[in-house]
């Protein structure tokens, strides 16, 4: 017993929130969350994709509404076509892929028992930084620390917003942008402009809808904006 209780106290309960997420960000975080369950730590992983194996302490709940969501987002998009107008496609149809699977997850019945508490209380939360903002409805309504990990770096939309400003004329707008860190001197101007841009487009048409849920959902005016900065990792 003397040996058991040290392990008990130092096991935290995690939730790892994923909705939506290709299968290259899952395969990304996996190392994240079977380190985390060999540490003796309970993680519940939540994603549109099945598990290929079964790792101690982590339990895989399978979100089938985010696969219908990821199709949604990826067909018709030549996202891989590394021009400004398919970059901007490419946002729209996430954005639009997002809001239909953040709305999903929420009411779908293999989460509601945990937001309502059956399953325990989370000792943390972790979101990701791909358009899933509206998830932060979870911790602020369990009143439980978060934290953010990302699969594709730092995106223009939610960086000012945790107070991570990247460098436009040195970091590439996004992984699917078609400039690298070699831009020529008006490949940064065009880049910065981009960056920029972005952020105004992703407060518009994605921010303001995540305010308006998560006002919605609580009763009172709430900004996703204000909430990510009570974040305690990311």
Same mark, same amino acid.
């Given at each position: 017993?003397?040996i !058991?209780?040290?392990?008990?106290?130092?096991?935290?309960?995690?939730w790892?929130?994923?909705p939506?997420?290709?299968?290259?960000?899952?395969?990304?975080? +996996?190392?994240?969350?079977a380190?985390?369950?060999?540490?003796g730590?309970?993680v519940?992983?939540?994603?549109?994709?099945?598990?290929?194996?079964?790792?101690?302490g982590?339990?895989?709940?399978?979100?089938?509404g985010?696969?219908?969501?990821l199709? =949604?987002?990826t067909?018709?998009?030549a /996202?891989?076509q590394?021009?400004?107008?398919?970059i901007?496609?490419?946002?729209h %149809?996430a954005?639009n =892929?997002?809001?239909?699977?953040c709305?999903?997850?929420?009411? /779908?019945?293999?989460?509601?028992?945990?937001l309502?508490?059956?399953?325990?209380?989370?000792? *943390?939360?972790?979101l990701?930084?791909f358009?899933?903002?509206?998830? *932060?409805?979870?911790p602020h309504?369990l +009143?439980?620390p978060?934290g953010?990990?990302?699969p594709?770096?730092?995106?223009?939309?939610?960086g000012?917003?945790?107070? *991570?400003?990247? +460098?436009?004329? !040195?970091?590439?707008? *996004?992984?699917? =942008?078609?400039?690298t860190?070699?831009? %020529?001197?008006?490949?940064?101007v065009? +880049?910065?402009l981009?960056?920029?841009?972005?952020i105004g487009f992703?407060?518009?048409?994605?921010?303001? /809808?995540?305010?308006?849920l998560?006002?919605?959902?609580?009763g009172q005016p709430?900004?996703?904006?204000d909430?990510?900065?009570?974040?305690s990792?990311?």
């Amino acid at each position: 017993s003397m040996i !058991f209780l040290p392990a008990v106290a130092l096991s935290a309960r995690i939730w790892f929130l994923m909705p939506l997420g290709s299968l290259s960000h899952k395969i990304f975080f +996996n190392a994240l969350i079977a380190e985390l369950g060999q540490r003796g730590h309970r993680v519940a992983f939540f994603s549109p994709h099945p598990p290929t194996v079964i790792q101690p302490g982590v339990d895989e709940v399978v979100f089938d509404g985010g696969g219908e969501a990821l199709t =949604a987002m990826t067909t018709g998009t030549a /996202w891989q076509q590394q021009s400004l107008p398919h970059i901007f496609g490419f946002v729209h %149809s996430a954005l639009n =892929a997002s809001h239909t699977a953040c709305e999903r997850f929420l009411q /779908w019945d293999g989460f509601a028992a945990y937001l309502r508490g059956d399953r325990g209380r989370p000792d *943390l939360v972790l979101l990701t930084h791909f358009f899933q903002e509206c998830l *932060l409805l979870v911790p602020h309504q369990l +009143n439980v620390p978060f934290g953010f990990v990302s699969p594709a770096g730092l995106l223009p939309i939610v960086g000012p917003s945790l107070g *991570l400003r990247a +460098n436009p004329a !040195f970091m590439p707008a *996004l992984p699917v =942008a078609p400039f690298t860190d070699r831009m %020529s001197f008006i490949q940064r101007v065009v +880049n910065t402009l981009v960056h920029h841009v972005l952020i105004g487009f992703g407060r518009t048409f994605h921010m303001t /809808w995540a305010d308006a849920l998560l006002s919605q959902a609580t009763g009172q005016p709430l900004q996703a904006h204000d909430l990510m900065k009570e974040a305690s990792l990311y």
